[in-house]
């Protein structure tokens, strides 16, 4: 049920993208571009995933002693993964990867993803409120803006509470069918919690996100559109929270989807956003594709085998 709905949302988002789109007028534009442009938002975007491997490496530092090339490595092959498999599975691939790496339990390892994507939503949703505050966007957008400020607020104190207090987190996932993979998330959130190398992740996530603006602001140059620095920060943030929930593969519909909608919100026609989308999705999902096939190749492990024991490692078979 869940799988058909996701690739249904993902149908319907294209439909609706490239309904009435004039393929012989947009894309001579395209081909038109400056490549120059593109070619600096490819590097760039693939130079994005170094500082996520770069804070990876960091908040597993108090844990075990991961390697920054063994953690970047990892997450191109999770990448790779879900561009050709739906829900976000390669999450949970780069997660049996570097725990069989380090040699800790997979649900230790989950602990420093779950961290990682708190502190990205955090980010995410305090740059979307303060880019508010200097780019007009309409009302619902700021207001929509504040309740997940608020959302956000409380899912950080709960998040401290379990990192700095673990015997509060203890007997509240002693209760559950869960406990014992639990246990080890606790204990791996309390470790990274009260480490030095806590902050200096934190940094590096607020870099690994302002990165992101250098590929879609390159390809507003290579294109020649007329689109602010500010309007651009809206369309990562609307496209990064856009595609949190798990869609079909690379986010594929999801993805031009939100670009669309928020270039739309500064006047930009929608043929022109839709051929803007596209030239973005190929810029950012081709390369990875291609980088991801050669570090899932040098793991010497096929991806239906990392697929199977990413998901017994889930479910406690690891």
Known sequence: MLPAFGYGLSAASLIWVY??????????????????????AIVADIGTYFFEGWRWTLLLSPIAPARFLRSTQAIFVGLFT???????????????LQARWLGIP??????????????????????????????????????????????LG?????????????????????????????W??????????????FLGAAAVSALYLAA??????????????????????????ILRIGTTLPQAPGNVGGFQFFVVLALQLFG??????????????????????????????????RIQDLQHHARGGFTGGV
């Open 212 to 237: 992101q603006l250098l590929p879609i602001y390159a390809i507003v140059r290579g294109l020649e559109l007329d689109v602010p620095l500010g309007a651009v920060a809206v369309v990562l943030l």
């Open 268 to 301: 930009v026609d929608k043929g022109v956003a839709a051929g803007f989308a596209t030239l973005l999705f190929l810029v950012v999902t081709v390369p990875l594709l291609v980088g991801g096939a050669i570090a899932s190749a040098l793991t010497g492990i």
């Open 19 to 40: 309904w009435g789109f004039d393929w012989k007028t947009h894309l001579p534009k395209l081909a038109a571009v400056h490549w120059r442009w593109v070619s600096l």
């Open 82 to 96: 879900n561009s050709i498999l739906p829900f976000r599975t390669g999450e949970f691939v780069r997660t049996y």
């Open 154 to 182: 409380v899912l950080s104190v709960l998040l401290a509470i379990v990192m700095l207090h673990k015997s509060h987190a203890h007997a509240a996932v002693s209760r559950s069918r869960w406990a014992a993979m639990l």
């Open 106 to 151: 997979y649900s230790v390892c989950l602990s420093s993803v779950i961290v990682e994507r708190i502190l990205d939503g955090i980010l995410l949703v305090l740059g979307f409120y303060v880019v508010t505050l200097f780019v007009e966007v309409p009302g619902f957008l700021r207001d929509g803006s504040l309740a997940l400020t608020a959302a």
């Open 184 to 197: 080890h998330v606790v204990e791996g959130l309390h470790a990274m919690g009260r480490s030095p190398s």
